[in-house]
C-alpha cells in the first residue's frame, strides 16, 4: 500500500500537474509486477485497486446469518422446497383497501416529488390517534410523532443522533442485531444486558449505571423481544422510567411486535409510563401487525427534542417516504385495526400448531404470549455435540427447514434456535413432519 501523504498528494493532483517522466522504464527485477505508480503515480493494470473502507465497518461483527441464508439460497437454486422459519418476514398480504389506496395514490401525479423527511403532517396525525385510542398516550403530530423508512432506519438514525465516541448504550441480550450494529456503526461502545428475567435486567442496569463511568447514555429495551420472545407489564417501563431519572440515560424502546400479542395479552407501550416522553422515544411499524414490511413504513414517538435531532439527521440523507406509501399508509391506521387482530390470531394458531408438533417429537419449546417467533432451546443429545450453528445448519440441510441460529444474536442466544411463524399452519405442520424425521435417524 502507498504510504497516506503519497496518496493524499496524488488524489489532490489534477491531470495536467502529473509531473511528465521522459526517462526510460526501469528494467524488470524479475520480483513481481513492475509497479508503474513509481513513474508517474498510475497504477500497474495487473495490480487490483484497494478500496480503503471506513474504519467503522470493521466495529461490526462478523454477520452470523450469511452461512444459512446462502446454503438456503443454493437450495432453492437447485429446486428444493425450504419451509423458511429463518426471516421475520410476513408472508401474508397487506389489506386489499390499503393496496387499492396505493394504486389510487401512485397514480395522482402531485404524489410523485419528494416528499418531507418527517412524513406529511396527515400520516404523523393518524399515528398519533392511534396511540391515542389503543394506548391513552397523547402526542403532538408536529413535534412528538416522525414517520421513518421503516423503524430500522429511524432506530439506526437516532444512534448516529445520539451516541458518539466514548458513548456506551446498554442493549438487551440476546440483541437483535440492529440493536448492537447501530450503536456500534455511531461510534458508541455497547453493554449487553440479558433480557431474560426483566427485574434482573432493570436491576443490571441500575448497577451498571452506579458502576461505570462514564454512565450509560442510553438504555434500548425492546417488548415483545426479538429473538427471546419476553414480554413485559405496564410497571416494567414505570420502573424504567424512574431509573432513567435517576441515572441520566436515555431510553428508546423498540416496538416492533406491539400489534402481535396472543391470549388476550396487549403488549404495553413504554410511553404510556407517566413521563416517558420526558426521557425516550418509540419506535413502531407497520411492517408485522399490517404485512407490510416491504414498504417501510415505521414511526418514532416520544421526546420532543431526540425526535428534533432525528429530523436534524433524516434532513440531511432522505427526502422523505414516497407519498403514495404515506397515504395508503393512513387507510391502514384508519380502516384496519380488524386485519391487524386478525392477523394476531392467525399468529397465534400458528404458535399453537408448531407447539404442539414439537411437543409431538419431544421437542418442549415455551409458548410466547406476543411476537412472531418461538425461542426453542436445543434439545438434547445435540446441544452436547453440536453448536447452535451446526444445528441450524443440519436442519437445512436434512430436513429441508430454515432456522435461525440463537448466536447470531450474540453469545447469550447460543443454544437456542429462532423459528419464526410466517408459514402458513399446513407448512409448519410439514416443517415438525421434517424436523421429526431429521432428528430421529441418528
Ligand atoms: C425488534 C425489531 N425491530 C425492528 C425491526 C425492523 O422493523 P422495520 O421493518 O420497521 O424496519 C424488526 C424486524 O424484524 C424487529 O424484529
Known sequence: MRPLRQRAERETMSRTDIPQNNSPAPEPTGEGPLRRDSIDGSLADNEPFEIQVATRLSRLPP???????????????????????????????????????LVEAAADSRNHGYSRSNGILNLRREV??????????????????????????????????????GDAAIVPAPYFPVHMYAVALAAGNVIALEVAESDQFLANIAYTCEHLYPKPKLVIVNYPHNPSTVTVEADFYRDLVQLAKQHDFMVISDFA????????????????????????????????GYNMAGWRVGYCCGNREMIRALGVIKG????????????????????????????SAIYQRRRD??????????WQVDAPRAGMFLWARIPRPWSEKMSTMEFAMKLLEEADVAVSPGSGFGPVGEGHVRMSLVENENRLRQAVRQIGRCLSAE
Open 63 to 101: 454477520y452470523m446469518f450469511g452461512q444459512i441464508n446462502q446454503l438456503l439460497y443454493e437450495k432453492r437454486r437447485a429446486g428444493s422446497d425450504v419451509i423458511d422459519l429463518g426471516m421475520g418476514n410476513p408472508s401474508d398480504a397487506p389489506e386489499p383497501l390499503v393496496v387499492d389506496k
Open 128 to 165: 398519533a390517534s392511534k396511540y391515542l385510542k389503543k394506548y391513552g398516550v397523547r402526542l403532538d403530530p408536529e413535534t412528538e410523532a416522525m414517520v421513518c423508512l421503516g423503524s430500522k432506519e429511524g432506530f439506526s438514525h437516532m444512534c448516529l443522533a445520539l451516541m458518539g465516541p
Open 257 to 288: 411486535y406491539a400489534d402481535i400479542g396472543f391470549d388476550g395479552y396487549q403488549p404495553p407501550s413504554f410511553l404510556a409510563a407517566p413521563g416517558a416522553a420526558d426521557v425516550g422515544v418509540e419506535f413502531t411499524t407497520m411492517s408485522k
Open 316 to 343: 440531511y440523507y432522505d427526502y422523505g417516504m414516497f407519498q403514495a406509501i404515506q397515504v395508503a399508509a393512513i387507510m391502514a391506521l384508519r380502516h384496519t385495526d380488524a386485519a391487524v387482530e386478525q392477523q
Open 353 to 362: 400448531v408448531l407447539i404442539e408438533g414439537l411437543h409431538r417429537i419431544g
